[in-house]
């Protein structure tokens, strides 16, 4: 069984950068998309950005194209490096791995790792 852990989370300003890293760690058995969501107090979590199988990656209408979200298959790791932060993208941000093919608009993970908190103040 896999299981994903994250560093990298942390408190900036508004304007700032972060990157956080998901390593995982046992076996998936089959090929896995894996991605970044986030959960901020209050509100659901939702999916932030998506590397497919494919080598697709996707992302969610409000990164705008601050996040980019990278991947090493061999190491198993999913990495989200976060420009200009802003004070709504404070959240717990998740790693996540789901079997198979999925994108931003509908993966539903298998994995999940325990969360890195991200805070940006202005």
């Known amino acids: 069984q896999a299981q994903l852990r994250e560093t990298g989370g942390g408190s900036v300003h508004t304007g700032g950068s972060l990157t956080l890293f998901c390593a995982a760690s046992?076996?998936?058995?089959?090929?896995?998309?894996m991605g970044w969501f986030r959960q901020a107090p209050g509100k659901k979590r939702e999916a932030v950005a998506v590397?497919?199988?494919?080598?697709?990656?996707t992302y969610a209408g409000f990164v705008n194209g601050r996040f980019v979200i990278s991947r090493d298959f061999a190491k198993k790791t999913v990495d989200l490096r976060m420009n200009n932060l802003k004070p709504e993208d404070t959240a717990m941000y998740y790693c996540?791995?789901?079997?198979?093919?999925?994108?931003?608009?509908?993966?539903?993970?298998?994995?999940w790792g325990q969360g890195t908190q991200v805070t940006v103040s202005s």
């Open positions: 046992g076996t998936f058995r089959t090929s896995v998309t």
């Open positions: 996540a791995a789901e079997r198979g093919w999925a994108s931003i608009r509908n993966m539903e993970p298998d994995y």
């Open positions: 590397f497919n199988v494919n080598g697709e990656k």
